[in-house]
DNA sequence: CACCAATGATTGGTGCACAAACCATTGGTA
DNA sequence: TACCAATGGTTTGTGCACCAATCATTGGTG
């Protein structure tokens, strides 16, 4: 048996879908935690698909910011995936130990670190390109209902980024 | 001056509209990417509102569930927020040493450990109470948008749980 | 009653994610 | 030219997040 009454009887809800979200701090009421468990959900379905490449989510976006232009340094990788560069640090060594790039001081400014594709990296690519069509199936939405998830997400994007 | 050509400018694209997407592993193709930032950039504006009550956001929300309802076990826990036990079970000696829960196995069925709140963590309710308004604001988003949101999120979570 | 598969939680290992401290290089400027 | 603030990366420490292995308790079943 259970240790509460019923998870699913915040008082008199009438069913699942939240309808009034009287209380500002129910868990149902909160829009970050939808945010953050559609992160996880859909992070799990990469999991998988990017696992027999040997990739995590985090390095895959790091490929496809460098797919897109190589080379570039861990500030521009900073700067495209939002992400810190105390992040990207071992992040990166860890693409380089796998062999799928290279990272070697700029020769015109000693400070920069230019992140390059080996060509191993470079085929990936290849393989890679069958990723989002079978994420978009494995998930089951339509095109335009993700489309629209996408537009608003970056509306919430630009917002948070004023804040 | 930078390593690369230019970050904004991938070929050919009009302005910061990303009307086309021609390249399905363009990185302003990719959902999840947007999931991705979206959710750390929203949880950047929980952080320092968070902080000073000594809560993570992930602590944030096991408090969410337990002042809803309690005692609740790890296993209830993991179900509502979609945590592993194994993130869960670190995070709430956590909560404990704070004075903020109580963590004792279940007379009834000592396999279950009932996570209570201490009159400590009933009070932090009060104190929290301002934060999902302090949020909206911070974020200046129309409440209308997002509901939108959410709701389009919630339709990404059930489609994630089915794959 | 004695076993045993199922259940619930913990532990250990890897990999983000962020903040703060640190270090080297650079490009002014006194 | 000799300093010095700014810039770009790395390191360290804390806290998720997930997986796999482990362990104790439980509730059947032979």
């Known amino acids: 048996m259970d240790l509460m009454p019923a998870p699913d009887s915040p008082s008199a809800a009438p069913h699942g879908t939240t309808l009034p979200a ?5 868990l149902e009421a909160q829009v970050c935690f939808a945010l953050v468990v559609a992160a996880r959900s ?16 985090p390095q895959y976006l790091v490929m496809l910011a460098l797919w897109q232009q190589a080379p ?4 521009d990788l900073s700067s495209l995936l939002q992400l ?29 670190l230019s992140v390059n594709l080996t060509a ?25 209902e993700i ?4 537009t608003a997400l970056l509306q919430v994007i630009a917002a ?4």
């Open 22 to 26: 009287e209380d500002p701090l129910a």
């Open 42 to 57: 859909v992070l799990g379905i990469y999991r998988p698909i990017l696992e027999p490449m040997g990739l995590t989510h």
């Open 72 to 75: 570039l340094s861990v500030k």
């Open 84 to 112: 810190d560069p105390g992040t990207l640090s071992p992040l990166l060594k860890r693409l380089e130990s796998a062999g799928l790039v290279t990272r070697e001081r700029s020769t015109s400014d000693e400070r920069l």
């Open 120 to 144: 191993k990296g470079v085929e990936l690519r290849n393989e890679a390109a069958k990723i989002p069509a079978e994420v978009v199936a494995k998930l089951g939405m339509p095109l335009t």
């Open 147 to 150: 489309k629209q998830v996408h």
């Open 160 to 163: 948070a980024g004023q804040a």
